[in-house]
Nanobody, 124 residues
Framework: QVQLVESGGGLVQTGGSLRLSCAAS????????MGWFRQAPQKEREFVAA????????YYADTVKGRFILSRDNAKNTVYLQMNSLKSEDTAVYYC?????????????????WGQGTQVTVSS
């Protein structure tokens, strides 16, 4: 069982930045691919970014490419989502996820464990 705890959400103005963190309880954290998804009110959950277990490969949704950067520190069992140039449409609850697969990481089915989410609100 893996527990994931997100932090770093909050209220920010358009154009601002936030860094989300996701701390994992797993002793074998380095074996998991990690992803971030988000869900805005009355919308489906959507893929944001993912990183392979080794950290060598990252994937981004087109909507965040060039603005968000995903990284991981396996020594600290933590992944970081640096969000820059935030827009009002980035407002959502952001969820961290962990999974065993190392492909098709844009799909929520790649992940076995999910965090509780952290709210990000971008005001104009």
């Amino acid at each position: 069982q893996v527990q994931l705890v997100e932090s770093g959400g909050g209220l920010v103005q358009t154009g601002g930045s936030l860094r989300l963190s996701c701390a994992a309880s797993a002793r074998t954290f380095a074996r998991y691919s990690m992803g971030w998804f988000r869900q805005a009110p009355q919308k489906e959950r959507e893929f944001v970014a993912a990183i392979s277990w080794s950290g060598d490969t990252t994937y981004y949704a087109d909507t965040v490419k060039g603005r968000f950067i995903l990284s991981r520190d396996n020594a600290k069992n933590t992944v970081y989502l640096q969000m820059n140039s935030l827009k009002s449409e980035d407002t959502a609850v952001y969820y961290c996820a962990a999974g065993y697969r190392d492909s098709a990481l844009e799909s929520s089915t790649a992940y076995a464990y999910w965090g509780q989410g952290t709210q990000v609100t971008v005001s104009s």
